[in-house]
DNA sequence: TTATAAAAGGACATCAATGTCCTTTTATAA
DNA sequence: TTATAAAAGGACATTGATGTCCTTTTATAA
């Protein structure tokens, strides 16, 4: 399971992406909002995101979050490595100290199998391919009530 | 990923199965030592356990702790459950407030692959069954050195 | 029957993740 | 040039997971 600073993460990236197709820089507020973040915690995390070149941001009058052209294929990977670092990709699923081939935990090949197939995904998934999907109307960015 | 209680707790479960299977009922600070955890925190999870009903203790000299014949298939998924709860298993991998098949984020139909895949798991996997390959020697409770 | 060994239990301590608040910096509009 | 709006940053607060310590209960051996 991925962290609630990492889920809130790539949801911000999301919306930004989605702001940004309309022509917009959306600020903490607006994201904030959008995600059903505390608005202070939210602006820890894209700070976190831009001093990581995940995503440019503009301070002043007419500012906000944007991403320029060198951020527009932005795997699912990456934000999870900057926000919460990637030992998920790498642990042993029984808890032993390093996970090993040669030496398995009883779960190994079966927990493999799981943990490889997630990083499949996020190494493949990005920003711009979720933003896709939901302007698209294929899938949607948060729950409508509530 | 599994907590880390959940995972002492897991092994511990295994050792006990382990040193059952050789006539012996460990205790504490056995147990602790193997699975390499503090041992006042290795007594609080084996209490969790006892408590509800997934192993057996007997307290007094000689005592320490072992599984009764109700007790002899245990999932994982049933450890899971006591120690950590089951949220991970319907949590939504995007972080919306519940996972819906009928209005989906934009992660569902993969993450719901990997995640219904890690169930499997957990459902199948008993501490039995994780302990025989032990015994086997087709896989290990412990890294050897550090 | 008593001393001892072991689990059970309660209270507290530490640490990392999450969350809040206030000040500083900076870009733009007036 | 100044006022304003916005991100950046630092310091602190809260909470839950992890970890520690000490006392109580209970079964057994001597
Ligand atoms: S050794 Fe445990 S998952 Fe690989
Ligand atoms: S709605 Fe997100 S995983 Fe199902």
């Known amino acids: 399971m991925l962290s609630k600073s990492t889920?809130?993460?790539?949801?911000?990236?999301v919306f930004?992406?989605?702001?940004?197709?309309?022509?917009?820089r959306p600020g903490v507020g607006e994201i904030a909002k959008e995600i059903e973040a505390p608005e202070a915690y939210t602006a820890k995390i894209l700070?976190?995101?831009?001093?990581?070149?995940?995503?440019?941001?503009?301070?002043g009058r007419g500012g906000g979050f944007f991403f320029n052209d060198n951020q527009s294929n932005l795997t699912l990977y990456d934000v999870i490595h900057v926000v919460?670092?990637?030992?998920?990709?790498?642990?042993c699923g029984f808890?032993?100290?390093?996970?090993?081939?040669?030496?398995?935990?009883p779960l190994h090949e079966q927990y493999k199998v799981v943990?490889?197939?997630f990083f499949e995904i996020v190494k493949t998934e990005t920003i711009q391919s979720l933003s896709e999907k939901i302007k698209q109307g294929d899938?949607?960015?948060?729950?409508?009530?509530?």
């Not at 930004?16 to 917009?24: P, S, T, Y």
């Not at 670092?85 to 642990?91: E, I, L, N, S, V």
């Not at 899938?139 to 509530?146: C, G, P, S």
């Open 84 to 91: 919460e670092g990637d030992a998920c990709f790498h642990k």
């Open 16 to 24: 930004v992406q989605l702001r940004n197709w309309e022509q917009k």
């Open 7 to 13: 889920e809130y993460a790539i949801r911000a990236l």
């Open 115 to 117: 943990r490889d197939g």
């Open 47 to 59: 700070q976190t995101l831009t001093k990581n070149k995940l995503m440019d941001s503009m301070k």
């Open 95 to 105: 808890g032993l100290k390093q996970c090993n081939n040669d030496n398995p935990c």
């Open 139 to 146: 899938a949607v960015l948060n729950r409508l009530n509530t």
